[in-house]
DNA sequence: ACCCAGGGCTGTT
DNA sequence: AACAGCCATGGG
């Protein structure tokens, strides 16, 4: 179905951004976008003049996508909110992460994910998700564009993997935090659904509790699990931009409770040269 | 060969 | 509480 997107929506900007990691574009097909997020999967397709085609019905478009989307809310709002005056390094950020949303993506599926990613780089992420996938998940999708697309693998799928054929997906020393994750989800002595209730303070004690999360990984969950925008990871590209940019501080407060938006935009800057910007 | 990556755990002060 | 080693693996 042809959608017409009035707000920030550059498909190609948040496939690179970092908070998803099955969201690629095709090699063969430019402007053709394939996206994978649990049991579920679209083509989304460039048409220019803001319309999309997605390869799905109206039904799936209105019951999942529009959401994943987080397309209720307006991204161009929340750029406005910056100074150019006050911050011109986060302006000059969000001019060039203009069209990057925050995906309301799957806490199960981003915990796991973000396990995944300490100390990896993207492209290595991707890599050992994908392997996870193929080795528990189901085909869910087959096209010559993308080949086989296996769903993101259930708590209990997981669960029953040893840790040699975890450890077989590129895991390295997260096998571990992998398998006890995927067992107490399995289990029920984790309910994420139920952590919706949460404050952001309780959220992220419960979180820290978790064998293989700390403080950078439960923000990442909390922002991209939990849609809670204003959750601020700090990896080693942020911190380098908090040092180098902000050396008097970040302002936090003023950006509120859209920081993780702002950091979004700053991550994706930095990894593309943006620090080595002026100030 | 080398350094780095969307860090966290464990043992030592 | 703070702090250093250590950890597996792949990308550049």
């Given at each position: ?64 996508w ?53 100390r ?80 952001d ?17 439960a923000?990442?969950?909390?922002l ?29 407060e ?20 943006g ?5």
């Amino acid at each position: 179905m042809k959608i017409t997107i009035k707000d920030d929506f550059d498909l190609k900007k948040i496939a690179e951004s970092g908070q998803c990691f099955r969201f690629n574009e095709c090699e063969t097909e430019a402007g053709t976008f394939s996206v994978a997020a649990l049991d579920k999967h679209v083509f989304v397709k460039e048409l220019g003049n803001c319309e999309y085609e997605f390869s799905c019905d109206k039904k799936e478009f209105d019951g999942f996508w529009k959401s994943y989307f987080d397309l209720e809310l307006s991204y161009a709002d929340i750029r406005g909110r910056i100074s150019k005056k006050k911050d011109i390094y986060l302006y000059n950020a969000s001019e060039y992460g203009k069209g990057i949303r925050i995906l309301r993506q799957d806490p199960w599926e981003m915990l796991i994910s973000f396990i995944i990613s300490q100390r990896k780089n993207i492209p290595a992420i991707k890599a050992s998700i994908e392997k996870l996938c193929a080795m528990a998940g189901d085909l869910i999708v087959e096209d010559e564009r993308v080949g086989k697309i296996y769903s993101f693998p259930t708590p209990e799928k997981l669960a029953a993997l040893s840790l040699d054929k975890l450890s077989s997906c590129s895991l390295g020393y997260r096998d571990k935090y992998v398998k006890k994750a995927a067992e107490d989800v399995a289990s029920g002595l984790v309910d994420l659904s139920s952590w919706d209730k949460l404050s952001d303070e309780e959220l992220m004690e419960e979180l820290l509790k978790l064998f293989g999360v700390g403080v950078k990984v439960a923000n990442c969950e909390i922002l991209f699990g939990y849609h809670r925008l204003d959750a601020f990871p700090k990896d080693v590209w942020i911190n380098r931009v908090l040092e180098t940019k902000y050396p008097k501080g970040f302002d936090f407060e003023g950006y509120a409770p859209y920081n993780g938006v702002m950091q979004q935009y700053l991550f994706f800057y930095s990894r593309n040269d943006g620090l080595g910007k002026d100030k």
